[in-house]
Protein backbone atom coordinates (compact mmCIF):
# COMPACT_ATOMS: atom_id res chain seq x y z
CA UNK A 1 0.00 0.00 0.00
CA UNK A 2 1.01 3.52 -0.66
CA UNK A 3 -0.57 6.62 1.38
CA UNK A 4 -0.38 9.99 -1.14
CA UNK A 5 -0.84 13.38 0.52
CA UNK A 6 -1.20 16.39 -0.96
CA UNK A 7 -1.10 19.99 0.21
CA UNK A 8 -0.22 23.50 -1.14
CA UNK A 9 -3.64 24.48 -3.21
CA UNK A 10 -5.89 27.48 -2.00
CA UNK A 11 -6.99 30.86 -3.84
CA UNK A 12 -4.88 33.03 -6.27
CA UNK A 13 -5.62 35.90 -8.63
CA UNK A 14 -4.85 35.23 -12.69
CA UNK A 15 -1.44 35.26 -13.35
CA UNK A 16 -0.42 34.24 -9.99
CA UNK A 17 1.77 30.89 -8.77
CA UNK A 18 1.31 28.43 -6.35
CA UNK A 19 3.63 25.07 -5.85
CA UNK A 20 1.62 22.27 -4.48
CA UNK A 21 3.38 18.77 -2.73
CA UNK A 22 2.68 15.28 -2.22
CA UNK A 23 3.89 13.26 0.67
CA UNK A 24 4.15 9.73 -0.27
CA UNK A 25 4.73 6.94 2.08
CA UNK A 26 4.29 3.35 2.64
CA UNK A 27 5.08 0.36 -0.15
CA UNK A 28 6.23 3.51 -2.61
CA UNK A 29 8.52 2.39 -5.53
CA UNK A 30 11.91 4.30 -6.91
CA UNK A 31 11.15 2.59 -10.09
CA UNK A 32 7.91 4.00 -10.56
CA UNK A 33 6.41 7.21 -11.95
CA UNK A 34 4.34 9.87 -10.27
CA UNK A 35 1.91 11.82 -11.47
CA UNK A 36 -0.42 14.78 -11.04
CA UNK A 37 -3.99 14.82 -12.21
CA UNK A 38 -6.78 17.35 -11.99
CA UNK A 39 -10.57 17.62 -11.94
CA UNK A 40 -12.82 20.68 -12.70
CA UNK A 41 -16.64 20.96 -11.69
CA UNK A 42 -18.85 19.04 -14.16
CA UNK A 43 -15.79 18.00 -15.91
CA UNK A 44 -13.46 14.14 -16.69
CA UNK A 45 -10.23 13.62 -14.18
CA UNK A 46 -7.67 15.09 -16.90
CA UNK A 47 -3.32 14.71 -16.94
CA UNK A 48 -1.48 17.27 -15.54
CA UNK A 49 2.44 16.48 -15.55
CA UNK A 50 4.08 13.21 -14.90
CA UNK A 51 7.81 12.19 -13.47
CA UNK A 52 10.12 9.15 -13.44
CA UNK A 53 10.85 9.06 -9.69
CA UNK A 54 14.52 7.48 -10.45
CA UNK A 55 15.52 9.34 -13.73
CA UNK A 56 13.03 12.47 -12.90
CA UNK A 57 12.52 12.56 -16.60
CA UNK A 58 8.98 14.47 -16.79
CA UNK A 59 6.24 14.70 -19.49
CA UNK A 60 3.42 17.88 -19.28
CA UNK A 61 -0.17 18.35 -20.98
CA UNK A 62 0.32 20.81 -23.75
CA UNK A 63 -1.85 22.99 -21.94
CA UNK A 64 0.38 23.45 -18.87
CA UNK A 65 3.40 23.11 -20.50
CA UNK A 66 6.03 25.92 -19.91
CA UNK A 67 3.64 26.99 -16.88
CA UNK A 68 4.14 23.95 -14.56
CA UNK A 69 6.95 21.91 -13.61
CA UNK A 70 6.75 18.83 -12.21
CA UNK A 71 10.05 18.00 -9.47
CA UNK A 72 10.97 15.28 -7.00
CA UNK A 73 12.88 14.79 -4.05
CA UNK A 74 13.22 11.26 -3.42
CA UNK A 75 14.88 11.50 -0.11
CA UNK A 76 11.69 13.20 1.19
CA UNK A 77 9.56 10.63 -0.39
CA UNK A 78 8.14 14.52 -2.03
CA UNK A 79 6.80 15.38 -5.47
CA UNK A 80 5.91 19.06 -6.32
CA UNK A 81 4.03 21.21 -9.14
CA UNK A 82 5.11 24.47 -9.29
CA UNK A 83 2.50 26.22 -11.11
CA UNK A 84 3.18 29.59 -12.16
CA UNK A 85 0.99 31.68 -14.63
CA UNK A 86 -2.11 30.58 -13.42
CA UNK A 87 -5.28 31.15 -15.07
CA UNK A 88 -9.14 30.92 -14.48
CA UNK A 89 -9.41 27.44 -16.13
CA UNK A 90 -6.64 25.59 -13.81
CA UNK A 91 -9.42 25.63 -11.12
CA UNK A 92 -9.85 22.09 -10.23
CA UNK A 93 -8.85 19.90 -7.07
CA UNK A 94 -5.21 18.26 -7.75
CA UNK A 95 -4.75 15.13 -7.37
CA UNK A 96 -1.36 13.40 -6.61
CA UNK A 97 -0.98 9.84 -8.06
CA UNK A 98 1.42 6.39 -7.54
CA UNK A 99 1.73 4.55 -11.27
CA UNK A 100 0.81 0.50 -11.22
CA UNK A 101 3.75 0.25 -14.15
CA UNK A 102 7.39 1.11 -14.52
CA UNK A 103 6.35 3.17 -18.05
CA UNK A 104 5.58 6.62 -18.24
CA UNK A 105 1.89 6.77 -18.70
CA UNK A 106 -0.71 9.56 -19.01
CA UNK A 107 -4.29 7.83 -18.98
CA UNK A 108 -5.48 7.77 -14.60
CA UNK A 109 -6.34 3.93 -15.14
CA UNK A 110 -2.26 3.30 -15.09
CA UNK A 111 -2.48 4.87 -11.61
CA UNK A 112 -2.80 2.85 -8.74
CA UNK A 113 -3.00 4.66 -5.77
CA UNK A 114 -4.51 8.46 -5.49
CA UNK A 115 -4.13 11.42 -2.69
CA UNK A 116 -7.25 12.82 -1.09
CA UNK A 117 -6.57 15.66 -3.66
CA UNK A 118 -6.38 19.33 -2.67
CA UNK A 119 -8.34 22.53 -4.34
CA UNK A 120 -7.17 25.36 -6.47
CA UNK A 121 -8.93 28.02 -7.20
CA UNK A 122 -7.36 31.00 -9.71
CA UNK A 123 -9.39 34.45 -9.69
CA UNK A 124 -10.09 36.30 -12.34
Known amino acids: QVQLVESGGGLVQAGGSLRLSCAAS????????MGWFRQAPGKEREFVAT????????FYAASVKDRFTISRDNARNTVYLQMNSLKPEDTAVYYC?????????????????WGQGTQVTVSS
Open 26 to 33: GRTSSTYY
Open 51 to 58: ISRSSGST
Open 97 to 113: AHSKYYNRSTRSEEYEY
